[in-house]
């Protein structure tokens, strides 16, 4: 039996708290196979890092954590993120130029990005340009601006003065939340600035989002599912969610993740 280290499984439980919010102790044990002292020591470690609250036999997500920093989210559903990358690879041609907006999804994404010539990059993000960097890519301009955690996002008016010089070809996004209503979202108003200042400069949208975005309402909205051409994701949204994605004629791409629902393309109905 392979050996699960604490650090592999505070990460899963920080993973499992993040989709479902407040669960017991019983309810993690179970889900991790392991004893509910186990999980008692591994919230405590987590608690004594600011991640997480425990009252009541469980625990949740800490409010001052709810945007967990850039470090934790990007161990987070790392499958889904690796198969809505490749799927996303489909979209790019050579010579195309390509703004990607900062964000874990479509950091492992740049991760991916190889074997294609004469691209130019436009990112608010320094780890997506370092990973770009890494892949060969030299055509690669940074939007400047305020550095901002958790995220690790270039914001503010230098960002967005910089992303209207460029025109773009395809924009990946991703969004702390997607809603029928309420539209994409994230936790920060000026990283919604600079998501909307991308969008109005790329002609085609594409927004790489796994399944436990949906029906997140985040705190500012900035786009309509109207406004996006595609979305990327790895299950097959609800009934209301795909009816929405089908009447605004948004590209639906389920990708080849494990556990997926289905891993076959078609018709958001």
Known sequence: MRTVYPKERQRVLLELLAQHGFASYRQLAERLGVSEITVRRDM?????????????????????????????????????????????????????????????????????????????????????????????YRDIFLTGGQFRTPSDALVGPVAEHMIRQFRADILFVGASGLHVDHGLSTPNVLEAAVNRAMMERAARVVVLADHTKWGVESLMSFAKLSEIDALITDRWPGEAEAAALAECDVDLIVADAPNAESSKRGDAQ
């Open 44 to 136: 405590k470690a987590l608690e004594a890092q600011g991640l997480v609250e425990t009252a009541f036999g469980g625990g949740q997500v800490a409010r001052a954590a709810r945007e967990l920093p850039y470090t934790d989210k990007r161990i987070l559903q790392i499958p889904e993120k690796i198969a809505i990358a490749k799927a996303a690879l489909r979209q790019i041609e050579s010579g195309m130029t390509i703004a990607i907006a900062a964000g874990t999804t479509t950091w492992v994404l740049a991760q991916h990005i190889a074997g294609f010539q004469n691209l130019t990059f436009l990112t608010n993000s320094v780890n997506v340009a370092t990973e770009l960097s890494k892949n060969g």
